[in-house]
């Protein structure tokens, strides 16, 4: 199983990068859990989806990309960065997610955030 771990996260980060929810929701496990400071902990592959999707659907501009990639065994650290416009805000923050897969998908999503006061005032307000 290890060897598809970074495959499979590889594929995720792309999709999530693309905004193919499609994809990325075909990577996810039905269980999954997504745990952010923007909003907490939330389960469920299609509240996982959710969450992904706002962050195109609640800015006027979203991008994603990621910098580096990290697999051990069946997880991974994804530092990526996150740049966008919202009411007149701008967001340029480094994350590092913490992804765990499991029979080749995605089960847990922890993101950590370089400056949680920046990201609580653009997501936030």
């Known amino acids: ?13 792309r999709a ?8 990325l929701g075909g990577l996810t496990d039905p269980g999954a ?9 939330v389960e ?10 706002a962050a195109w659907e609640d800015t006027e501009a979203f991008s994603t990309e990621t910098l580096a990639l990290r697999v051990h065994g069946d997880r ?3 530092v990526v960065r996150n740049s966008g416009t919202r009411d ?8 590092t997610l913490f992804i765990t897969v499991g029979d080749g998908l995605v089960t847990r999503v922890r ?3 370089d400056d949680p006061a920046a990201i609580e005032a653009f997501w936030g307000g």
């Not at 199983?1 to 995720?12: C, E, F, K, N, Q």
């Not at 007149?88 to 994350?95: H, K, P």
């Open 111 to 113: 993101v950590a955030v």
């Open 88 to 95: 007149g805000r701008t967001l340029d923050s480094l994350q």
């Open 33 to 41: 859990v997504w745990e952010s400071p923007v909003h907490g902990p």
């Open 1 to 13: 199983m290890p060897d598809v771990v970074p495959d499979v996260i590889g594929r995720w980060l």
């Open 16 to 23: 999530r990068s693309e905004a193919d929810l499609v994809t």
């Open 44 to 53: 469920g592959r299609e509240g996982l989806i959710a969450e992904v999707a």
């Open 76 to 78: 991974a650290a994804a």
